[in-house]
């Protein structure tokens, strides 16, 4: 079975722009995550999906923001770029609606540079 | 959220056990207890949960203390393939999961 899958692996955007990465999550899971990786911050929970609907948000500016589609592949949109912005995005896909005992697969990430 | 403190760095020889503590003394009474590990450039991996009782699976065993407020990966035999940094997280609403800064774990050939 396919694992999560996302695209582009790597880009490269300047200041002000604003940039959509894709993530197809493994077939059957209906619910998606979103983490940014920054060698400052760590792994940190930007939002989760699940059929469709945002069930979770993380404490990021309204400059972030994703959606899902019927199929279950999400994305999510940076506008306004900045600096601090260049991270690893990694996205997750899980089977269940609810956490606790869900098992998470991560896909490879996208690595953003902001220039 | 719960909170957790795992130490920064750990070693261990290949082929020797390695146990990795996670305190979580906040830990909500239904949360999970997720361990997760990354690779050098990689995205994170399962390696095992639980709830209260010990749990094993193939990669390792977890081991979790009564009043559940800290837990103990086992990893049996390290491998250098195991080098990676380990998050302990406790499940929260959603799928959220809050990781921590983990801890980086050195295999010594």
């Known amino acids: 079975k396919a694992g999560v899958t996302q695209t582009p692996r790597y880009l490269i955007k300047t200041r002000g722009q604003q940039v959509t990465l894709s993530c197809s999550p493994i077939?059957?899971?209906?619910?998606v995550s979103w983490y940014q990786q920054t060698p400052g911050q760590g792994l940190q929970f930007l939002f989760e999906?699940?059929?469709?609907?945002?069930?979770n948000k993380g404490n990021f500016p309204g400059r972030f923001s994703g959606r899902q589609f019927s199929n279950s592949r999400s994305e999510m949109n940076v506008s306004t770029l900045e600096l601090g912005d260049s991270a690893l995005y990694l996205c997750?896909?899980?089977?269940?609606?609810?956490?606790?005992?869900?098992?998470?697969?991560f896909g490879p990430g996208t690595r953003l540079t902001v220039l | 959220d719960a909170k957790t403190t795992q130490p920064n760095s750990m070693e261990s020889n290949e082929e020797e056990p390695v146990h990795l503590p996670c305190n979580h003394s906040?830990?909500?009474?239904?949360?999970?207890i997720h361990w997760y590990r990354q690779l050098p450039s990689q995205g994170p991996e399962y390696v095992i949960h639980g709830l209260t009782s010990n749990v094993n699976n193939r990669m390792a065993s977890l081991a979790i203390a009564e009043d559940r407020k800290s837990s103990t990966l086992i990893l049996h035999r390290a491998t250098l393939r195991d080098a990676a940094v380990y998050y302990c997280?406790?499940?929260?609403?959603?799928?959220?999961?809050?990781f921590g800064t983990g801890t980086s774990l050195t295999v010594i050939p």
């Open positions: 997280i406790p499940g929260g609403t959603g799928n959220q999961f809050y």
């Open positions: 997750a896909s899980s089977r269940g609606e609810t956490s606790g005992g869900n098992e998470q697969f």
């Open positions: 077939s059957g899971h209906r619910s």
């Open positions: 999906y699940f059929s469709e609907t945002q069930r």
């Open positions: 906040t830990i909500s009474g239904t949360d999970y």
